[in-house]
């Protein structure tokens, strides 16, 4: 069974300041995707991550994957108060079609003025 | 920019009664899911369909869900007899043909068994 773990489930940082969401999944994987969640909405994907070193940047978001060691990162960098959301990493883990996606508990992220 | 529309927003049902969830996918979509989570959780599997049947279900989904896409853009899940446990926000999302892509998903419905 697929298990895709995050930490830190729970992240309040200063604005300005830099971090890292680490997504660690236990079965191969080539597909790996980051979606936001703000209270009470929708998933609304950030990035799709196909293949070993794929790094992917949108404005202060960095998101990288690596196969082998079944790892994937979301970098923070000089947050602000607009980040302030929960972020999931999700797993697809099959070539086949339609497969469905793992996702991880997810990391409520505060940004704090 | 098109996107995956569900109604209703908010469903609110007895123990025991019947549900239908409605969900329209983005028009040139042809994989199509529902996802659930309970407050405060991960977002869960329940069901993919691709091609008019379902494709892979999870454990969550028993005998008493069933999907359908009865005309061609809606698709629907339903929960027979509904229990407690049942209340969670219910997602549908779906996607286009290349496996490159992400899942688009709805704004959700907040599904609450009283």
């Known amino acids: 069974e697929l298990k895709v773990e995050q930490n830190p489930l729970f992240l309040s940082m200063q604005e300005g300041k830099n971090y890292t969401i680490y997504c660690n999944y236990s079965?191969?994987?080539?597909?790996l995707y980051w979606y936001r969640q703000d209270p009470g909405k929708s998933l609304e994907s950030l990035f799709v991550?196909?293949?070993?070193?794929a790094v992917k940047q949108e404005g202060r978001l960095m998101a990288s994957l690596d196969t082998k060691a079944r790892l994937s990162t979301l970098h923070i960098t000089a947050a602000v108060h607009d980040l302030s959301a929960t972020y999931f990493c999700?797993?697809?883990?099959?070539?086949?079609?339609?497969?469905?996606?793992?996702f991880g508990e997810g990391t409520q992220l505060t940004v704090n003025p | 920019e098109p996107e995956v529309t569900q109604t209703p927003s908010h469903q609110v049902t007895q123990m025991g009664q019947e549900v239908i969830l409605r969900c329209v996918p983005i028009s040139n979509h042809l994989y199509f899911y529902w996802y659930r989570q309970i407050l405060g959780q991960k977002v869960e599997f329940l069901v993919s369909?691709?091609?008019?049947?379902?494709?892979?279900k999870s454990e969550i989904f028993d005998d008493q869900f069933s999907v359908e896409r009865p005309d061609g853009s809606n698709f629907t899940l339903k929960i027979r007899s509904t229990k407690l446990e049942d209340s969670a926000m219910y997602f549908c999302?779906?996607?286009?043909?290349?496996?490159?892509?992400?899942?688009?998903f709805g704004d959700g419905t907040r599904l609450s068994i009283l």
């Open positions: 999700a797993v697809r883990p099959g070539e086949t079609s339609g497969s469905r996606l793992t």
């Open positions: 991550l196909l293949s070993n070193g």
């Open positions: 369909f691709y091609n008019n049947e379902i494709s892979e």
């Open positions: 079965t191969t994987s080539d597909r």
């Open positions: 999302a779906s996607r286009g043909w290349t496996g490159n892509q992400p899942q688009h």
